[in-house]
């Protein structure tokens, strides 16, 4: 059960000039249903995709499987992307794991990986961030919706190159590309290589165009394939909200 507690929004539980009146409050009451109606009609017609989001089985199923087999042979994830692709990585990680979890021993961390996330293209940050990581058992998950977004593909270039420099051919086993299930350089990539992908389910697309919830949900910036998904059983509840 959620609970929202919104007395200080109204004026009479702040200075009496500032927040929202009681009255004007009683109106906005009267219309919650016809505004309820339209949500539901556009629900259905498509316009408000975002309800579907917490219902993924198949996406989740593909992460949980590749968690549970190639997913467990590192001890540290590291995200490439931009905006939304990194941002929702972070979302889930300060809400589900402990604050400086990096910082935690293996046991602290109760074995799953540590996890960095590299959000921007800026040389210093990326230098710092590879030199605390061992390339030999580090996973790297590349997001990028279209497979081809600039500053994903540089920070992708640059890593790889160091990848390659300290593990040669084995390289393509510590890549997993998160991405279009059919198109994009990341998708020619990988089919070409080898290399191992989660998809972005193709009907939310319309979401990504439109920019809607990009942050939080699964299609881009999944949790880090191998941080786990002990949190399944919340999900399920919180699809009961929405």
């Known amino acids: 059960m959620i609970r929202y507690q919104y007395g200080r929004m109204l004026q009479d539980g702040l200075d009496g000039a500032h927040g929202l009146a009681r009255a004007h409050l009683a109106e906005l009451v ?10 539901r009609a556009r629900r259905g017609q498509g316009e408000y995709g975002f309800y579907g989001l917490a219902a993924q089985d198949e996406t989740v199923r593909g992460i949980t499987q590749f968690a549970g087999g190639a997913g467990q042979a590192f001890s540290h994830v590291l995200v490439l992307g931009i905006g939304g692709s990194a941002l929702g990585t972070r979302a889930l990680q300060n809400a589900l794991r402990a604050p400086a979890w990096n910082e935690l021993d293996d046991e602290g961390r109760e074995f799953y990986p540590k996890i960095t996330i590299l959000e921007n293209v800026d040389p210093t940050t990326v230098r710092a961030a590879l030199k605390r990581i061992d390339p030999r058992k580090v996973l790297v998950n590349v997001v990028s919706k279209s497979g081809g977004t600039a500053e994903t593909m540089a920070q992708y270039l640059v890593v790889r190159a160091w990848l390659e420099e300290a593990l040669g051919p084995a390289v393509h086993r510590h ?68």
């Not at 009267?30 to 949500?39: K, L, P, S």
């Not at 990504?208 to 919340?234: I, N, S």
């Open 30 to 39: 009267q219309r919650f249903g016809a505004v309820h109606d339209e949500v």
């Open 175 to 242: 890549l997993v590309f998160t991405t279009d299930p059919a198109r994009g350089a990341l998708r020619d990539i990988a089919t070409r290589e080898g290399i191992a992908t989660l998809e972005v389910p193709p009907e939310h697309e319309q979401l990504e165009q439109r920019h809607v919830l990009r942050l939080v949900h699964h299609e881009v910036g999944d949790p880090p394939p191998a941080l786990g998904t002990a949190e399944r059983r919340e999900e399920q509840e919180d699809r009961q909200v929405l």
